[in-house]
């Protein structure tokens, strides 16, 4: 049941202070992005001179090698010290201290300057994610255009190979790594408290901090790009890793940033979807994308610490010089690899999992029926989400493993296409025999189910040991997950930036723009990633800047065909700019006529989402049935325990 925290009689009032013999602290100052900076840059300094001190009697310091140590401290502080700045460590320390943090006073219209500061407005950072997650999607995509300008042509080239490895090393690592918050990030923490009746988050601190990792991690990682990059690519694999320079030390701390982002994210939503559901919102009511989001945060939950784990031991091996995923003294460069394929394959379900809930969300909008099967794709999100756990050594079928352990990973991972099966279905259901408006948010969920469907038969043949040992490290695999996670996750994003637009920003998009942007995206998608198949088979291996003769015009096309989607991918954003920021046209009330819960309580949204705790009679995709029953009822009078029957939360 959801919780109702009145301020003037919660713990932290006046009167509930003077009884526990405390006294209300006033925060120490409101931090934001610049003070933030400045903290981590005097903290950066520190741990580096500290770094030093520690590590200059190292012989191999002395003998002119780097000094890890003073890199990974220097991180490590200039990270603490922007949450210093940021404000984000006034609250804990004055609990420390025996004293009552008083929240600063909070107003019903929320400023543009807030979105820079450290807020604990759900909605706040909700906006802060989605513009954030927008700039890391943009800075991937510039790196990618650099990958398709080199390959232009095999013996002309732009980059020097180093230079090329980098580059792909980091488009990789800021694509699968910052991306894997772009759903939960966004859309989660701003639509979930509205979808299941809260007025917050569980824990509204963790919130903003998931948000605040995100921003070091981002500006760390480009950091390597000054510093020699990282040879090793996205996965980090050893003893490339141990070997590289500080650019390797850069990707360890990025990451590690990005991990405790996921492991708070998910801990706060778990703990709010689970408790925080307004009377009357049994699980079998739960909108779809509440389930794709707990979901999503169990597997975060049980895999991302398996990474961290992995990137600590790494960071021993390279800063303290430990042998254990070095071979030549003990150590294994399988272990690595285990610990970061089970993070990295349910990590492709992070992607996928909150991609397809946001599709079912979304589509009985615009279809104008039920969604068909509710209980199926519950199950559906389920089962994916179990299975994504028994599949990640299929990437180490090329890697020396036992064979007898191949059979067992080929059917785990063919299995899980079953449930993957259950959601494709579903929203085909859905959309048969619908009254399907096609508005540009429908133009992207239908362009997703396309999408996928290259990327999920191609998947099955990767799943397969002879093909895999053919098809391995080439393009053909790129082209596959790029199907799959680019075709998928971001065409729906696309979608839900349309959509709830008019919710956050009480917006709308100009139509006409945003229909020319989705074919030249949709088209030259395609146009880019199909033809990478037939490159894959015909030998082309990833991450190598040379290649056959014979490939270039294929390669020429792919590249070209790049440059388009990179305009019609930019022709959107100036889309949603120029709307927000020049013409803002308004979007009026619940413009797409949907009957989720989050869509009832108006623009702008209020400060604490609902005036009283409503009490929920059905779930929200009764469109077409002619029963007009509202979902909830907003303002419940007496008990509202009561106001449920059979009193279940």
Same mark, same amino acid.
């Given at each position: 049941m959801a919780i109702d925290m009145t301020p003037a009689a919660g713990v932290g009032s006046p009167t509930d202070l003077e009884a526990r013999g405390l006294k209300a602290a006033k925060p120490w100052f409101t931090g934001n992005m610049i003070t933030?900076?400045?903290?981590?840059?005097?903290?950066?300094?520190?741990?580096?001179? /500290?770094?030093?001190? $520690?590590? =200059?009697?190292?012989?191999?310091?002395? =003998?002119?090698?780097?000094?890890? +140590?003073?890199?990974?401290? =220097?991180?490590?502080f200039g990270c603490l010290g922007w949450f210093v700045g940021l404000g984000a460590l006034n609250y804990p320390i004055q609990k420390l201290m025996g004293l009552e943090p008083s929240e600063p006073p909070k107003s019903e219209k929320r400023t543009f300057w807030e979105h820079f500061t450290y807020s604990t407005d759900h909605k706040v950072v909700g906006v802060q994610y989605l513009f954030g997650m927008l700039l890391y999607f943009l800075v991937g995509g510039l790196l990618a255009l650099g990958i398709r300008t080199e390959l232009l042509s095999p013996v002309n080239h732009?980059?020097?190979?180093?230079?090329?490895?980098?580059?792909?090393?980091?488009?990789?690592?800021?694509?699968? #790594?910052?991306?894997? =918050?772009?759903?939960?990030?966004? !859309?989660?923490?701003?639509l979930i408290p509205l979808m299941i009746g809260?007025?917050? #988050?569980?824990? @509204?601190?963790?919130?903003?901090?998931?948000?605040?990792f995100t921003v070091p991690s981002f500006l760390i990682l480009l950091s390597a790009l000054w510093q020699g990059g990282f040879q090793s690519g996205w996965t980090g694999y050893?003893?490339? *890793?141990? &070997?590289?320079?500080?650019? &390797? *030390?850069?990707?360890?701390?990025?990451?590690?940033?990005?991990? /405790?982002?996921?492991?708070?994210?998910? $801990?706060?939503?778990?703990?709010? $979807?689970?408790?925080?559901?307004?009377?009357?919102?049994?699980?079998?009511?739960?909108? $779809?994308?509440?389930?794709?989001?707990?979901?999503?945060a169990f597997t975060m939950l049980l895999s991302v610490p398996v990474l961290f784990d992995g990137l600590y031991v790494m960071s021993l091996d390279r800063g303290v010089r430990t042998a254990m995923l070095y071979a030549g003294h003990g150590g294994s460069s399988f272990l690595w690899e285990n610990l970061f394929w089970f993070f990295g394959h349910p990590e +492709?379900?992070?992607?996928?999992?909150p991609g397809f809930a946001l599709t079912v969300e979304m589509l009985p909008v615009f279809a104008r029926k039920p969604i068909f099967a509710l209980k199926t794709s519950t199950a559906g999100l389920i089962g994916v989400a179990v299975l994504s756990f028994f599949v990640w050594q299929h990437h180490l079928f090329m890697s020396g493993m036992n064979p007898d352990m191949r059979p067992l990973f080929m059917l785990t991972t063919e299995l899980i296409s079953i449930p993957t099966g259950f959601l494709y279905l579903v929203a085909m259901g859905t959309v048969w025999r619908g009254k399907i408006r096609f508005e540009v948010p429908m133009l992207f969920l239908l362009a997703v189910f396309w999408n996928f469907l290259w990327g999920g038969v191609t998947g099955v043949y990767n799943s397969d040991v002879p093909v895999d040992a053919l098809v391995h490290g080439s393009f053909f695999v790129m082209a596959h997950f790029h199907f799959t996670i680019m075709g998928q996750l971001i065409f729906a994003v696309f979608a839900a930036v349309y959509y709830y637009t008019p919710l956050i920003f009480g917006i709308r998009l100009n139509d006409k723009l945003g229909k020319i942007s989705f074919w030249i995206i949709f088209i030259a998608f395609n146009s880019t990633f199909l033809p990478l198949f037939m490159v894959g088979l015909l030998g082309q291996p990833r991450?190598? !800047?040379?290649?056959?003769?014979r490939l270039q015009h294929l390669n020429q096309w792919v590249s070209v065909s790049a440059y388009v989607l990179g305009f019609g991918i930019l022709l959107y954003v100036i889309n949603l700019?120029?709307?927000?920021?020049?013409?803002?046209?308004?979007?009026? @009330?619940?413009?797409?006529?949907?009957?989720?819960?989050?869509w009832q309580v108006g623009y702008p949204v209020p400060r604490d989402n609902f005036e009283k705790i409503p009490v929920v009679h059905r779930d929200p995709y009764g469109y077409g049935t002619g029963d007009d029953t509202p979902v909830a009822d907003l303002n419940p009078v007496g008990d509202v325990a009561a106001a449920v029957t059979g009193g279940e939360a």
């Open positions: 933030a900076l400045i903290g981590g840059a005097i903290f950066y300094a520190f741990g580096h001179w /500290l770094g030093n001190a $520690i590590a =200059s009697n190292y012989s191999v310091v002395a =003998s002119g090698a780097g000094n890890e +140590v003073a890199i990974y401290l =220097s991180l490590i732009i980059w020097a190979p180093d230079t090329y490895i980098e580059i792909v090393g980091e488009h990789g690592t800021m694509m699968m #790594m910052m991306m894997t =918050s772009v759903v939960m990030g966004p !859309f989660g923490n701003y809260s007025k917050k #988050m569980a824990f @509204p601190r963790l919130e903003a901090v998931s948000f605040w050893a003893p490339l *890793s141990i &070997q590289g320079g500080p650019g &390797q *030390s850069d990707y360890d701390v990025a990451f590690a940033l990005m991990a /405790l982002s996921m492991i708070c994210a998910s $801990i706060n939503m778990t703990a709010t $979807i689970i408790n925080y559901r307004a009377p009357g919102m049994r699980w079998s009511r739960m909108p $779809i994308l509440s389930w794709g989001m707990i979901t999503t +492709v379900y992070l992607l996928a999992l991450r190598v !800047f040379e290649y056959a003769l700019v120029w709307s927000l920021a020049v013409t803002r046209t308004p979007a009026g @009330p619940n413009p797409w006529e949907s009957r989720g819960l989050e």
